[in-house]
C-alpha cells in the first residue's frame, strides 16, 4: 500500500510567506488522513493534488486557533464539491460545538456522512455525533490501548502532552503487511487466478477443494514484514508520554518553535525548542525528525537552516519542513 507524507502547513501560530499554520497530510492508498487544520487547508489541498472526495480521517490536537480555524472552510468547501465520501474527525471535547456553532450562525452544510469524535483519554472515552444536526450524542465508545480508530491494515494511536490547554498527539501505526505474493507457489497448487488470488495475497486463508489454505505456511506469500509508524506531536514541552507513543517511528513531525537561546521562553509557553525535539527523538529511536511549527520570527531559508543545524548537533537524521514537501515512506 502507497504512503505518502505531505506538508500542508508548517509554520506556528502566525502564518508567514509560503509556510501555512499546520496540517499534516498522510496519503494511505485511496484514503487521507490528516492531522491538525491550520488557515487555508483548502488552497493546501488543491496544490498538493489531493482529492477532495476520498475518504478523510481528522485528527485535531488541540482548540488553539493555530491547529483548528481552517476545519469549517474544508467542510463548507467539501459540500461546493457535491462530496459523497465520509469524514470522520476527531478532537478534544468541544470540537463538535465549535462545528455547531458554525452549522447554526454560518450555514455549515454538510450533506456528506460525516462522524465527529469527541476524545477524552482521561476516562478513556469517545463520544460519537452523527452530522451536526442534533445536539444529542450518538454513542459513547470506549477506548481501549490509547487506540481512537482501527481497521485491517492500520491504527490510529493518541496520547495526552503537556501544553497550556488539553493537547493530544496522534501516530499512524501500520500493521505487520505480508510479504511478496508468489504467484509460481499459487499455481503449483492449482488456485485459480482471480478472487482467491487477491484473498491470499491479503494474507487471507481460503478453502480450496475442502483444504485450508494458509498463504503465509504454503509459501505464497512471504514472511510478515513490520508496518510504518509516523508519529505527528504539535504543541507540546518535552514529556514522557510522547517518548512512550513515538517509540520506534519510521518518522517524528515535532514541533520546534524556537530555538536554544529562548529555551525559557519554550518553558513558559509549553512549547520545544530544536534541541527538545532533538533528545526526544533520539529518546524515541526513530529513524527521521522532521522539524516544524516555527516561530514566525524565523522568516527565511537562512534562520531556519540554524534551527535544522542545532538539532542535528544530537539527531543528525533531521529535517526542516516546508509547505507541500513530500516524503514516500517505501
Known amino acids: 500500500m502507497n504512503l505518502e507524507l505531505i506538508i500542508l502547513g508548517s509554520s506556528g501560530a502566525i502564518p508567514v510567506k509560503d509556510r501555512n499554520l499546520p496540517a499534516i497530510g498522510i496519503r494511505y492508498g485511496s484514503e487521507i488522513i490528516l492531522f491538525d487544520c491550520g488557515e487555508d487547508i483548502q488552497r493546501r489541498f488543491q496544490q498538493a493534488g489531493l482529492k477532495f472526495n476520498v475518504p478523510l480521517s481528522i485528527f485535531i490536537s488541540h482548540m488553539h486557533g ?118 509460481e507457489r499459487a499455481k503449483e497448487l492449482n488456485i485459480p487466478e482471480g478472487y482467491l488470488w487477491k484473498k491470499l495475497h491479503n494474507g487471507e486463508e481460503i478453502k480450496f477443494k475442502g483444504k485450508i489454505i494458509n498463504p503465509e505456511k504454503e509459501g505464497i506469500v512471504g514472511p510478515k514484514k513490520p508496518g510504518r509508524k509516523i508519529t505527528y506531536s504539535a504543541d507540546t514541552t518535552p514529556c514522557e508520554s510522547l517518548i512512550e507513543l513515538g517509540k520506534n517511528s519510521d518518522i517524528l513531525i515535532h514541533e520546534a518553535t524556537y530555538d536554544k537561546s529562548l529555551n525559557d521562553v519554550a518553558k513558559e509557553k509549553k512549547h520545544s525548542t530544536t534541541i527538545d525535539a532533538a533528545e526526544m527523538a533520539k529518546k524515541m529511536n526513530v529513524k527521521q525528525l522532521i522539524l516544524f511549527h516555527f516561530s514566525s520570527r524565523y522568516n527565511n531559508d537562512k534562520s531556519i537552516e540554524l534551527l535544522i543545524n542545532e538539532a542535528k548537533e544530537i539527531f543528525e537524521n533531521t529535517i526542516g519542513a516546508y509547505d507541500l514537501l513530500r516524503i514516500e515512506l517505501k
Open 66 to 183: 493555530d491547529h483548528v480555524i481552517g476545519l469549517p472552510g474544508l467542510l463548507f468547501n467539501f459540500s461546493l464539491k457535491d462530496r459523497d465520501a465520509p469524514v470522520k474527525i476527531y478532537g478534544p471535547p468541544s470540537i463538535f460545538l465549535y462545528l455547531f456553532l458554525h452549522k447554526k450562525i454560518l450555514g455549515l452544510y454538510t450533506p456528506y456522512d460525516l462522524e465527529v469524535n469527541e476524545i477524552d483519554l482521561k476516562n478513556s472515552k469517545i463520544t460519537r455525533y452523527k452530522g451536526l444536526q442534533s445536539e444529542i450524542k450518538k454513542k459513547e465508545i470506549d477506548i481501549i490501548d490509547n487506540i481512537l480508530f482501527e481497521n485491517k491494515r492500520y491504527m490510529i494511536k493518541s496520547t495526552m502532552v503537556e501544553h497550556s490547554v488539553l493537547t493530544y498527539a496522534f501516530s499512524f501505526v501500520e500493521k505487520p503487511r505480508f510479504g511478496k505474493f508468489n504467484p
